[in-house]
């Protein structure tokens, strides 16, 4: 853990380091040359040691863990780490302070010894005192610390300690519970008669089971097999020690070819392997694989010799597991909840003949398996824990309150642990500070991939990689999450990207802990009313009965306030959070009822992201213009209606939105509005997200400079700046979302623009008269990638579908008052991507045909306020992979019909008209 903050600390100097900050600092102290020399040579010295110290901590393993002597040393490093980060902090704030007020200020008016001589002298010192105390660390870990670095005995314990885990796992295979279809699958995959060698993979997280069904398997099938092996695999293995033991496990008879490889060197057993293989069929098992390197290494030795040998890997990791053959992924999922019961009365009741849970015990078991959220592993153990104890409605609710510590502390469930802080030990240090940065919000949150991809940036936690952006860096770290069942997946957009997913609570529970000791954050809930005491970095607030939070200890370390209780009236904590955390990192106070922001709001000089979405705040502080690194500013559905004129001088500012409600049903023509930014538009270069920007000749001629940006919606866009906006848009060729909103119904929307990266449009207002064949928007060659298109008031007489259909990755289709047609038709082959339909308020509409063949694809219909529509849309039958089939505001006649029509029976909700 201590290697995160000292990562953060080498990152954040390298910041202060840099030849801009040094220069700008150098104008700024001229008269203070040699002392600002020396604290930067200062600072180098420190980030070298750092670098050291880092890379050394990278190298322990679990084995040091828990060890009195070493963690104390640890605490001690976070310590100076976290204070040369306050330092460099200083150093960044003092720079930022002199260039806004200017050093001319303090020599006009006399202040020959200004307080920034006076800071600089401080920091020096504090620089120098930190180099020492580094210095000292070193000497004291040398003296007294007893460490287990990184050499070969070091590879064998953990080789050791995951086989001793995977030995466990294996004894459990007697408690499967709700894997008969999973094992029935893999039964069969390794019976059928195919003569070539099957690779199978076992995929899930840990504690999953993965482990134990492969020990059931194989202890049933192995004896179809003329040989077989097991053998555990870990992250941190020895190549030649796997080849030995499958050599050990495929050698029982004494007199095998086998028998005798322990003297052999590595590339004599390579071939003693090869040849004893070439002429069996074999059944070889690789429990906890976590990189594809380990099927480099084996498959010199694993023939495919064309007699139906099989091999099975489990793992962790999905890249890992898409080394399997075709086909022959199987991934383990959480028990449903009936099963998940099953197997905690089958393991807390074993002597009841039907395992039956007393009834005065069910409220509280059931509290109790739900917490374990399916996991087998959870279960198998809680259940045993329960099992030696009184069976009292006071003891299991004592357990049931007590289970998050249960879970850190216990000793019976040390397995749990070990097994799920395996996967966060090889974790890179770079993915390990977002995983515990996701612990920080409350129990089955859903994160929303944009939105904490703007907080793991503003935090820091973001390298830069080549060419790519700090987002789409930040996606690939939360993709790799996903795919090391770090988080699990709970939602991908229509065009596949991640969406939505959640944190399981059993590692969230690990994580936590592993926030609280390491001072990394701290997910607070007053439930108890106790007072709020903190000497962490990170803040998240939730289910806080009142606002009783005038101070804080420690309120000048804090980084990261994040506020996710909407019922708090106030929050008189935050004139003091701006006085007194000036180093603020982030303040996200989105969804309070608060109404002012203090002025001293501008001193948060290290101020990376400011949410305020949804609040009751109606105006900004000219003194938000001081927020020069400002990187997310969000006061999406606030009560906020201009933005003060200084906002322009956030020239680091990446993602902007400031989008209201008027008709929050949106079925008004203007049911949403932006802000104007008259002047100096064209000085916010970095900006990615503009949402939404109100139209004006000023701001329409400057828009072609912000080149960087990904999504812009513009609102009361006249047809007199359409070519101008056409112009400005040319230069935007990362530009994927488009959303052009007209002033008025009158007002014709025609844009003559190539735009090859878009992937979403939408656009309401009239179109030009052929602007669907004619506008290079909806061409197959500026659509091909088009995935979204939601057009509304298009004021279409001809149908749009045959125009429309040859955005053939379209996944999403949407009109609303579009078309003033009376029919509609999906001809075969037509959108054969399109998951999603939704057709709104198209009055005359009075019949839908789709032929087969179309829309082959598709999962979601919605058909709202379709007055003329007396009938159900025929064709409708041959959607086969449609899930939701939803009527909106039908007739009574068009509700007889779909009673009367049983192709979508049972398949259908709707709500009848007024």
């Known amino acids: 853990m201590a290697e995160i903050v000292i990562l953060l600390a080498i990152e954040k100097i390298g910041i202060a380091l840099t030849n801009g900050a040094a220069n700008q600092a150098s104008a700024l102290f001229v008269k203070y040359g040699t002392q600002l020399l020396e604290l930067q040579r200062s600072m180098d010295r420190v980030v070298r040691e750092l670098r050291v110290m880092h890379d050394f901590l990278c190298q322990m393993d679990i084995r040091n863990r828990n060890k009195q002597a070493y963690e104390s040393w640890l605490e001690e490093v976070r310590k100076v780490a976290h204070l040369m980060e306050d330092m460099v902090d200083e150093y960044l704030y003092l720079v930022g302070q002199e260039q806004d007020i200017g050093c001319c200020f303090y020599m006009n008016n006399g202040f020959r010894k200004p307080r920034s001589l006076l800071s600089l002298n401080k920091i020096s010192f504090n620089v120098k005192e930190i180099e020492k105390d580094l210095s000292h660390l070193s000497e004291t870990k040398n003296r007294w610390v007893p460490v287990n670095d990184g050499d070969t005995s070091n590879s064998n314990y953990i080789v050791k300690m995951s086989q001793d885990l995977a030995n466990i796992s294996r004894s459990l295979d007697e408690d499967l519970v709700g894997v008969d279809k999973k094992r029935e699958i893999l039964e069969q995959w390794l019976a059928v008669d195919d003569l070539q060698c099957s690779v199978i993979a076992l995929h899930g997280m840990g504690g999953l089971g993965k482990t134990a069904l492969a020990a059931n398997v194989y202890k049933n099938e192995r004896e179809k097999f003329a040989c077989h092996a097991w053998v555990s695999i870990s992250q941190t293995y020895s190549e030649e020690d796997v080849f030995q033991k499958i050599a050990k496990e495929l050698s029982r008879d004494k007199i095998s070819v086998l028998s005798n490889t322990s003297d052999m060197d590595i590339r004599c057993l390579e071939e003693k392997l090869k040849e004893f293989l070439e002429q069996k069929k074999y059944l070889i098992i690789l429990d906890d694989v976590w990189t594809p390197e380990v099927f480099v290494d084996l498959c010199r030795v694993l023939i495919h010799n064309g007699k139906g040998s099989r091999l099975i890997f489990t793992t962790r990791e999905h890249h890992v597991a898409t080394l399997a053959s075709r086909g022959h992924i199987l991934t383990l999922e959480a028990l449903p909840e009936d099963k998940a ?21 069910k409220p509280l078991s059931n509290k109790i398996v739900s917490r374990c959220k399916g996991l ?29 510590w249960e879970l850190i502390n216990t000793q019976s469930l040390g397995h749990v642990r070990n097994v799920l802080h395996l996967s966060f030990i090889y974790l890179p240090t770079h993915l390990k500070s977002c995983f515990l940065y996701c612990s920080l919000f409350p129990e089955d949150y859903v994160f929303k991939r944009k939105t904490l991809v703007r907080l793991l940036i503003a935090e820091g936690f973001i390298e830069e990689r080549g060419e790519s952006t700090l987002e789409e860096v ?36 690990l994580a936590v802990d592993l926030c609280k000791k390491n001072c990394f954050g701290v997910s607070y809930e007053n439930k108890c ?5 903190t000497d962490v970095r990170r803040l998240v607030l939730h289910n806080v009965k009142k606002d009783n939070h005038q101070s804080i200890s420690g309120m000048h370390k804090l980084r990261t306030i994040i506020m996710l209780d909407k019922s708090i009236p106030s929050l008189t904590l935050l004139p003091a959070l701006c006085e007194k955390s000036r180093y603020m990192t982030v303040l996200d106070l989105s969804n309070l009822a608060i109404e002012k922001i203090p002025d001293a709001i501008g001193d948060l000089f290290n101020l990376r992201h400011l949410g305020l979405r949804g609040s009751k705040v109606k105006m900004l502080p000219k003194s938000v213009e001081k927020l020069t690194n400002l990187l997310t500013l969000d006061l999406c559905r606030s009560d906020i209606h201009e933005l003060p004129s200084g906002i322009v001088k956030l020239k680091k500012l990446r993602h902007l939105f400031a989008e209201k409600n008027i008709d929050p049903y949106g079925r008004e023509f203007k049911w949403r509005s932006g802000v104007c930014i008259d002047n100096g538009l064209g000085n916010l270069t970095n900006l990615q997200t503009l949402q939404a920007l109100e139209a004006q000749d000023e701001s329409v001629r400057h828009l072609g400079e912000l080149r960087q940006l990904r999504s812009l919606r513009l609102w009361n866009v006249k047809g007199i700046y359409c070519g101008r906006i056409s112009e400005s848009l040319v230069h935007m060729q990362y530009l994927s979302y488009l959303d052009v909103n007209a002033s008025s119904q009158d007002e014709v929307l025609l844009l003559n623009v190539c735009l090859s990266n878009l992937q979403k449009l939408t656009l309401r207002g009239r179109l030009a008269e052929g602007a669907l064949d004619e506008s290079p928007l909806f061409q197959d060659v500026g659509g091909q990638n088009l995935h979204r298109l939601s057009l509304s008031w298009s004021q279409l007489r001809e149908d749009p579908l045959p125009s429309l259909s040859r955005l053939s990755n379209l996944t999403l289709l949407q009109f609303t008052r579009a078309y003033n ?49 007396m009938e159900v849309p025929p064709g409708i039958e041959f959607l086969l992979p449609l899930r939701y089939l939803v009527f909106r505001e039908i007739t009574s006649d068009l509700f007889t019909s779909l009673r009367q029509c049983s192709a979508i029976k049972g398949k259908w909700r709707y709500t009848l008209r007024d």
């Open 341 to 361: 019961w099953d197997l905690f009365c089958k393991k807390t009741f074993p002597w009841d003949t039907n395992h039956e849970c007393p009834a005065e015990l």
């Open 376 to 404: 087998p592993l959870v279960i198998v153990l809680v259940g045993s824990l329960l099992r030696v104890r009184e069976n009292t409605v006071e003891e299991w609710r004592r357990i049931n309150d007590q289970l998050s």
């Open 474 to 509: 930040a996606e690939g770290y939360l993709k790799d999450l996903v795919d090391r069942n770090m988080l699990q997946l709970v939602q991908r957009n229509h065009f596949g990207r991640i969406k939505e997913f959640i944190m399981h609570d059993i590692l969230r529970e």
């Open 529 to 533: 009313g106790r007072c709020l005491e």
């Open 821 to 869: 047609g009376e029919q509609l038709a999906f001809l075969t082959g037509w959108f054969p991507k399109l998951k999603v339909l939704s057709l709104k308020d198209l009055p005359k509409l009075s019949r839908l045909e789709i032929a087969e063949g179309a829309m082959a694809s598709l999962e979601n219909l919605f058909l709202t306020n379709l007055r003329s529509m």
